[in-house]
């Protein structure tokens, strides 16, 4: 028998006979109640007459020692019949909970699919098991997410080693490889390195966005996006993008580092999917004990099925007309994990002329 087979036991054990006790109990209180007045009736009863008794309809019936008698035979025979009770209603308030761990055990083999349906009737155990089955839900979620990530962040990174590689080896293959085709691919070469290092940095940065939030302080959000725009301006201008800025001081609590993460992933999505002569509008302000940061830019059209799945990982918008693929697709999968660290809630719709509008509201927290 199994240590779980026996803390099963155990438990039933326990139930049994706490459920036999109070049986038991129950049994001698009765008992107790009614022979108590015989006895007091019995001891006042004057000498000379006949003791007080149970009587029948034919006459003198039992007489208190036969009571008396009757009834701790009657308290011997209630021990087992009370255990037996005891033990069947123990049993069947355990079966739900003996189908819960089965069922969790099978589940933690790797069956992240079965789920408990313990059904009727509601009460305790049942709320247990729809917990637990939400629970295992999220889990199946979860790991399904995460070998997606895994799957696409080799496919991606495998991607520029393999230009890599294939350049270097047609360089050193060619017979009349010189100086300047050396160079040439080595610059190739070094272009894809920097790729990859921008590629690592947003797994990164994708990575310590999921790992939540550590440590609360409290910040003007107008001052993080301030900062951020200072950096990209000149890159905004070169792209003839203009931006329109309604900052109006957002004090709330989070992270500053990822608050930053947060607010430079999207103006940089904002600028990178635009067009020449677009324009990018972000806005801070409060609106009663919530911040509200929101990001509208102009752009390509985004088919309205389509918001939802840009914010997982390595998701990207079609390619343009000349087959290229801005971006790595983590830039939006890094501001909702950002949004959901800080319970923060994100809304992200598509505008009929094109573009994007993308609002987040952090709600109030002490530092």
Known sequence: MTSQQLARRSLQTRLALAYAAGIYAAGVFVLVLVLVPLVSVDGATPKGRPSSGVTTGAGRGIGLSQLLTGSAVALIILVPVALALGWFV???FLHPLRTITATARIISAGDLHRRLDLG???????ELGRTLDDLFARLQASFDAHRRFVANASH???TPLTGQRTLLEVAL???DTDSGTLRSACQEALALGEHQERLVQALLALATSERGVARWDRFDLAHVVEEVLAIRRDQATERGIDIVEHLTPAVTAGDPKLIESLVANLVDNAIRHNHAGGHLEITTRTSGAQVV?????SGPVIPGDQVQRLLQPFQRLAPDRHGRRDGYGLGLAIVDAVAQAHSATLTATVRAEGGLNVSIRFGSRRA
Not at 120 to 126: A, C, G, H, I
Not at 293 to 297: D, F, H, K, P, S
């Open 90 to 92: 123990a049993g069947r």
């Open 120 to 126: 009727e009737p509601t009460d305790e155990l049942t």
């Open 156 to 158: 991606e990174l495998r």
């Open 173 to 175: 293959a060619a017979p």
């Open 293 to 297: 940061l929101e990001v509208t830019n």
